[in-house]
């Protein structure tokens, strides 16, 4: 997995790798593509507004979110605040003043967020998302503010430099794909779930049984199951 370093949208990059001969005649059983994580995390997304995304202004936390996702404000101090420190997807760090003030009163991101927001050029309608990691280790345990950002959908005048756009992907990639095929040669693909919300990887077992015991003819008409950001909706 990466992310944009301009637009910072996560994608994937995967390298596939042909079997020899010995291996295709095996039982074939993919490794693991990894183990769920067990370290605790709490996090919060919230879209923002003209205001979070104004200059002069600030980012206004939820309450439960600011109490189940922020180090605790020692409130014996008048205003309660302290220093936020967030790592975004790139490893950088962004510092946050972040303060329990106002009428009714409220949680606020204020010295550091313009500098976020400009840097990041992002506008009302994009998501924020902040995440309390705890690192278990054997002796002390470690914590960490992640912060990552998901723009909201419109049109793309230009693509991102890493990410494959939609004719090249399907020129480009099939190409590259066969050659692969007929060479018996390994090949990278590149995938932007964004871009193409519907099932890119899909089991072995559930393309066998696509492929050899399924009936389609021509004009068949079919039930698919279409995903989006918001609900699966089925078409």
């Not at 005649?25 to 769920?36: M, Q, S």
């Not at 790139?90 to 003030?101: A, D, S, T, V």
């Not at 519907?198 to 066998?208: D, N, Q």
Request: net charge positive.
């Amino acid at each position: 997995m990466h992310a944009d370093v301009e637009t910072d949208e996560v994608y994937a990059q995967m390298t596939l790798q042909p079997l020899n001969a010995q291996e295709q005649k095996e039982a074939y059983l993919p490794a693991e593509l990894g183990t769920p994580s067990k370290q605790p995390t709490n996090y919060f997304c919230k879209t923002l507004t003209a205001s979070d995304t104004s200059t002069h202004g600030g980012f206004s936390v939820p309450r439960r979110a600011a109490e189940k996702v922020f180090p605790p404000l020692d409130f014996s101090q008048q205003p309660p605040a302290q220093e936020l420190i967030a790592r975004d997807l790139h490893g950088n760090e962004w510092k946050f003043r972040h303060i329990f003030r106002g009428q009714p009163k409220r949680h606020l991101l204020t010295t550091g967020w313009s500098v976020f927001v400009s840097a990041k050029r992002l506008v009302a309608g994009d998501s924020v998302l902040f995440i309390w990691q705890v690192i278990l280790l054997s002796k002390n345990d470690k914590n960490q503010l992640l912060l990552g950002i998901r723009r909201a959908s419109r049109p793309q005048t230009v693509m991102p430099s890493s990410v494959l756009s939609s004719d090249s992907m399907h020129l480009g990639l099939l190409a590259a794909a066969a050659h692969a095929a007929q060479t018996n040669s390994r090949f990278t693909i590149f995938y932007n779930p964004r871009a193409c919300p519907s099932e890119f990887v899909i089991p072995l077992a559930k393309y066998v049984k696509a492929v050899y015991h399924t009936r389609v003819s021509v004009g068949m008409r079919f039930r698919m199951l279409f995903e989006t950001e918001e609900s699966s909706v089925r078409r």
